[in-house]
């Protein structure tokens, strides 16, 4: 059984006409998973200690700034891709809450795994600046929390959104204790990612990118997961897996290059969960990232989730 854990809240957050990072992202992934056979949805529990996770991960001035800027009404954040509205914070926190709580599920017990089907997105979120429709960084908060509150010692971030994640990578680079690996389209948005960006000082060697052309299929990701992707996080061994699932190397994907089938995403689940069985005692966490055929978009989590069971 996967848990699928969401808040109402992550709706509230407004799309200008035409944004492509809007609430019938995560509304229509919901519809689409409701009543589907091994797939529990539920509403997040409250989780204790929001504020304290926040801060480990972003500037206090960052977050501070982000509260003031939605109290006094202003439009964007940081930049054009960043719009502000009256539920944009409050979107944000229950995003970050309610993969918190997904997080307590999955270490509650061997073999539990879980999805956050959320919004805005994070993995593009730095410390201190918000970036590519993302305010907080929901994965990198989840990673911080696993190893200060529960102890672990290695923790993986494998990012397959077709963007980079540039604030995940630049959160946990010079720490040995996360690897954040990312398979995505190059170039491309952010213009991070490129191959020789291995990590800094301590974190030397933990980070891992595999950057694909545009046009690349499910050949070419099956190739990158089987010979780099899976030995590298053989070789960490992890205590927990965190992916940041994003859906836009979709071949339909309006902002994407790739050529990714629904086939593709739902062999992926495999692979992870194989890994995550093998390695993570089953602990695996999916959080929701980009994906933006609104269409397609609910038929590919459930491919990629199915194959998480």
Known sequence: MIRVYTDPRCLEHPAPA?????????????????????IDVVAAPPVDGLDEALAAVHDPDYLARFARAVERGDGLLDSADNPLGAGTLGAARAAAAATLAA??????????????AVRPPGHHAERDRAMGFCYLNTVAIAAERARRRHGLERVAIVDFDVH??????????????????S????????????????????????TLNLPLPAGSGDADYARAF??????????????LLLVSAGFD??????????????????????????????????????VLEGGYDLAALPELVRGYLRNML
Request: hydrophobic letters at 35%; a negative charge.
């Open 18 to 38: 035409g944004f492509p990072e809007r609430p019938e992202r995560v509304a229509g992934v919901l519809a689409g998973l409701t009543g589907a056979d091994g």
């Open 103 to 116: 997080l307590e599920h999955v270490l509650a017990d061997r073999g539990n795994g879980a999805f956050a």
């Open 164 to 181: 980079h994640g540039n604030g995940s990578q630049h959160l946990f680079e010079e720490r040995p204790d996360v690897i954040y690996a």
């Open 183 to 206: 398979l995505h389209q190059w170039p491309f948005y952010p213009g991070t990612g490129a191959a020789n960006e291995r990590g800094r000082g301590a974190g030397a060697g933990a």
């Open 226 to 239: 089987d010979e780099r992707l899976l030995p590298e996080l053989d070789r960490f061994a992890p205590d």
């Open 249 to 286: 190397a979709w071949q339909g994907d309006p902002l994407g290059g790739m050529r990714v089938t629904a086939g593709g995403f739902a062999e992926w689940g495999d692979r992870l969960r194989t890994f995550a069985e093998r390695r993570c005692d089953g602990r695996v966490l999916s």
